[in-house]
Structures are given as C-alpha cells and as structure tokens.
C-alpha cells in the first residue's frame, strides 16, 4: 500500500513545485493588474451591450420578458466570446518563462537532482499558471448570475461555455509551457505560440472551410468546426437563437485536453532528456595525458624532442567601435536559429497556400482579400515588435548579463539606441515580405501602387510607437512576462478599450444615435489600410471620395494622403519623445549613479 501511494504521490501535479508556484504567483502585483484588466475590459463590453439594447416601457408584460431574455441572451454572447479569445491570449504568456526562467537561472539542474521527477516540475508549473486563467474566470462568473436572472439562456449553455474555456486556456497554456522547455527566450516562446495558436485555430480552419465548404456536407464542416476549434464551438453556443446542440460541445472540450496532455507528457520528456544529458556530461571525463616519454641515451644518436610546430596566424581582429551593444545587435545574424528559419519557411508556405485557396474560391483578384492581408500583416508586425521590444532588456535582467552591463560605462543611449536598432533590423525580413506580397498584387492590377505606398508607411511607421513604449516597459519591469503583458495591453486599450468607452458614453448621455467612437479611427492604423486600399484604384484613378470620421464630409484621395503622412510623422515624433524620456532618466529608473562621461553611451545633467 504505500508502494502504491508513492507511485500516485509521484504522479500527483499538485506536488512541491505547485504549492511553490503558487506562494510565488500571490505575491506578484501583476497578477492583480491583470485581473482588474481583464474585469474592466469584460465591464466595458458589456455595458456597449446594454446601452445599444433598445429597451422600452411600451407593451405588456410578455413583450417586457421577451426583452429581458434577448438583452441575456446578448450579455451572455458578449461573456462568452470575450472569455474564450482572452483564455487563448493570456496562456501562452503565463508559460512562456515557466522551464527556461529556471534554466537561465540555473536552478533548473539543481531542481533535477532532487527527488521531484520531471513530471512533477512540468506539470507544477502549468497548473499553477493556469489557476491564474480559471481564477478570472471565477471572477466573471456574477455575469452569469444575471444572465440567468434575466432569462433566456439555459443552465447547461453556461456550463459547456466554462468547460470549454478552461480547456482552452489549458492547451494555449500547454503550447507555451512546452516551446519553454525547447526555447531560452521569452520572446521566442512567446511568438511561436502566438504563431501556433493562429495556425492551430484560425489560419486553418479558414483555409479548410474554404476548399471543402462547397463539396462537403455543410453540417459536417460545422461539426468538424466545432470539434477543433473552441472558439467557434463557444460562438454556435452563444449565439442567440442559433443552432445548438447538448452534444456538440463535448467532443471539442475531449480534443483540447488530449492536446493538453500530449504536450504535457511531451514537455515532461524534453526536461527528463535534458537531465539525462547532464549526467552524461558530468560523468565522461577527459583522458588523461600521457606522460612524455623519456628521452633513452643509445649507441645511436640521441632521440630529441620534436621541433615546435609554429603557431598558426591570429586572425585580424574586427574593431569593435565605442558602443559594443549597437556593434553586438547590428552583427546577429537575422536568421541563424533553426526555429526562426523552420518559422520563416513554415509562413511562407502558409502564405502561398492562402493564394492558392483564395484563387480556387475566384476572389484573389478582388480588393477585398487584400485588405484582410494588409490588416494580418499589420497585426503580426505589431505582435512581433511589441514581443521583441518588450523582452530587449528584460531578458537581460532574468540572465547574468544586466549586472555586467549595468557596471560598464555605457549609458543610456548606446542601450536603448543599441537595442532599438537591434529590433528594427530583426524586422527586415517582415517588412521585405509585405512589399513583396503587394508589389506582386500591385504588378498585377489588384492594387494601385499608392494603396502599396501607403501600407508600407502606416506599417512601419505606426509601429515605432510600440517599439519604443516596448523598451521603455522592459526597462521598468524585472519580468519578462509583465513587460509583455503591459506592452500588449496598451494597443488593445487603445484600439478596443477607448473606442468602447466613448461609444457607451455617446449613447448614454446623447442617445442610441451618438457614434462618438469614429472619432477614434484617426489613429487606427486598420482604418488607413482598409480605406487605401479600397479606395484608391489602380491605373492613377484617384477621383474617388473619401469619408473621415467627424468631419461629416468626404475629402479626396490626395488629401487622404497627406493625413496618412502627418499621421505616420506624428507616431514617428511621439515615439522619439518616449525613447528620449527613455534615455534621460535611464540611470534614475536602473538605480545607477549618473555617467559624467559624453557621448552617445552616457549623458551629464
């Protein structure tokens, strides 16, 4: 008997990595800012439910229930999307420094020679991290409460909507954990399980339902749909009146978790493999050197030693010039790992496969595609230099390289002005691959050479925004995973929270008539895309009118242009103000004794 209860203890995840997590997770401040964020983002779409719900007094009391049940139905739709999209973007995030934080700190072969197993740590460190997802979904569950106060939505709807979400926030956690174990950096495991994620649950989804959509039976697309992709399984469930079923949904929870558990036990083997290879390389030691044979005196000429073999020329040294962190970033090779080159391959592939698809449904020489490529592109770009700013020197922090670089006379300057130039020659090969895509769509007559213009500016130059608000966070936070969650946060606040927020005071104080949240697409840089695109024609056609917000009027195409190039200056300006409060107060934010010494690395006050 106590054989067997050791075998479970040993398969228990709820061992001493998880209690130890979880005392390490309570004290962190982020873990509080993001529950008030996610709460407020959940409050500000349910109120934009509320208030563009027309309800009225008029009619009997059956009509008065008919309104209470859809205004439930609305607010339970809004609950469930928002917490199933948040599940798939939080998870990945809370993982990605749960195995390599240890290795980088070398605590993790320390962590293996205890009597812990593999299993153990691996799975301590998902369910601790995920008890952060299920904890905001506990937090929004008084939503449901009123939901089925005011009727309209059936118990087991709520019920299959919560199983599906915390499956879903199991396997995004699952996928991160496991780059983790493959990966040291957090910006790496971060993007391929973004990548992952949009492969696993968007990219090919769509592709599919677009080959097979008008040969295969329909209801079992949908089916097929619903079994692998929770978001649209939680969308057919959530909408109201829609087609549901009490046994559509389990098939779609029973995939998650055996794509949870695969990458589980995958995640386990990598750290016991690891392990293994330690030991190997502890124990094989060098051979020994033989001893010099002594020189015998015979009847023959004395044997001597051999003569010196001369040492080979010093190769000539490459100056490094007075800032070694602009002179370390500028030399990385751009794709020297395997997983950016098998990344980078993979979404090429992708990418002309999506050609393929759009041209068997007939639509790939319409503008329409082209606008949801420029905004993909857009939204990919944007991931990837907030990621890759967000981790510069917040990596260095989890490693044993900010202390040495702290005690170094370089300033401020030659690091964040390093470090950003780092990052903007990391996306060369982003930015060569949309002006590929849309010169070749350009050559051909689908867009105009203007609209390629413009895509190129906004893309580049809306996001230096984000790039330098990347650094400047990564400076201020020691953690990786807090400087990309408050980097990622601000976009979506921008783009999504203020928006909503003046949509729900326009209709509360003016009436259902107010739009106030137009005014807001002045800085939306989807707006721009799409309206380029759409509007300006190939072939120099530029006579058609362009409708801006809060204006009331529509204005030409080339005045359309220069509010796209004042606005792309006014990022590039804005973005130039945070790098040089960066740099200013780069000593006082580090805790470092003012440098005296000029120049670019330091500054004197």
């Known amino acids: 008997m106590s054989r067997l209860s050791l075998r479970l203890a040993d398969l228990s995840p709820f061992g001493p990595i998880f209690g130890k997590e979880l005392r390490t997770t309570a004290r962190r401040k982020r873990n509080h800012a993001l529950r008030v964020a996610y709460l407020g983002m959940l409050l500000l779409f349910l109120l934009l439910v509320y208030t563009s719900s027309s309800s009225s007094n008029v009619g009997g009391v059956a009509y008065r229930i008919q309104q209470q049940n859809e205004l439930g139905q609305q607010f339970f739709a809004m609950f469930s999307m928002f917490c199933v999209i948040a599940m798939g973007l939080i998870g990945p995030v809370l993982t990605s420094t749960a195995i390599n934080a240890e290795r980088l700190a070398k605590t993790l072969p320390v962590l293996l020679m205890t009597p812990i197993n593999s299993w153990q740590i691996v799975s301590g460190k998902l369910f601790s991290r995920l008890l952060i997802s299920l904890m905001l979904i506990g937090l929004s569950l008084p939503v449901l409460a009123v939901v089925r106060l005011l009727g309209g939505v059936e118990v087991w709807q709520m019920l299959a909507v919560i199983c ?135 009847n023959a000429e004395p044997i001597s030693a051999p003569p010196p073999t001369p040492a080979a020329p010093l190769e000539a040294s490459r100056p490094v010039g007075d800032n070694p962190i602009l002179w370390r970033e500028t030399r990385r090779p751009l794709m020297s790992a395997r997983w950016r080159q098998l990344t980078g391959i993979t979404f090429v592939l992708l990418l002309v496969s999506s050609y393929f698809c759009f041209n068997y449904v007939g639509v790939l020489d319409e503008r329409e595609p082209q606008i949801g490529y420029a905004c993909s592109f857009n939204g990919l770009f944007w991931l990837l230099v907030s990621v890759l700013s967000a981790t510069a020197i917040a990596q260095e922090k989890e490693s044993d390289t900010w202390t040495v ?150 204005i030409a195409v080339d005045r359309f242009l220069w509010i796209i190039f004042v606005a792309g200056i006014a990022h590039i300006v804005l973005a130039a103000a945070i790098v040089g409060h960066t740099i200013y107060h780069f000593d006082t934010i580090v805790g470092r004794a003012i440098q005296t010494r000029r120049g670019l690395n330091s500054h004197v006050r």
């Open 405 to 554: 670089l702290l005690v170094s006379p370089f300033g401020g300057a030659g690091v964040v002005l390093g470090k950003l130039i780092g990052i903007a020659r990391r996306m060369f090969w982003p930015i060569i691959l949309i002006g590929v895509h849309f010169t070749g769509f350009a050559a051909a007559g689908v867009i105009s050479w203007s609209a390629l213009m413009v895509v190129l500016w906004v893309t580049i130059t809306f996001n230096t925004v984000w790039a330098a608000c990347g650094v400047y966070l990564s400076l201020r936070f020691a953690k990786v995973t807090t400087a990309v969650i408050v980097t990622l946060l601000i976009p979506v606040a921008l783009f999504i929270a203020v928006p909503l927020m003046w949509q729900v005071a326009g209709q509360l104080l003016v009436g259902h008539t107010a739009d106030w949240a137009t005014g807001t697409l002045w800085y939306l840089p989807y707006f721009y895309l799409g309206e380029s695109i759409d509007s300006m024609r190939p072939h120099g056609n530029l006579d058609h009118a362009i409708y801006m917000p809060m204006l009331g009027r529509a």
């Open 164 to 298: 599906i979400c915390t499956a879903f926030a199991l396997a995004c956690a699952a996928i991160g954990l496991f780059y983790s174990t493959l990966l040291n950096r957090a910006y790496a495991v971060i993007l391929l399980s973004y990548a992952t994620i949009l492969f696993l649950y968007l990219f090919a989804p769509m592709l599919g339902a677009m080959t097979f959509f008008r040969t295969a039976n329909q209801f079992v697309i949908v089916r097929l749909l619903c079994t692998f992709n929770p978001v649209a399984n939680v969308a057919l469930l959530a909408i109201p009146n829609g087609p549901t079923s009490r046994i559509d949904w389990w098939p779609g929870v029973l995939v998650q978790l055996g794509l949870a558990s695969s990458l589980l036990v995958a995640s386990s083997l990598i750290v016991r493999r690891f392990e293994r290879q330690r030991g190997e390389r502890a124990t094989v030691q060098a051979p020994a050197a033989a001893p010099p044979a002594p020189l015998v005196e015979t």
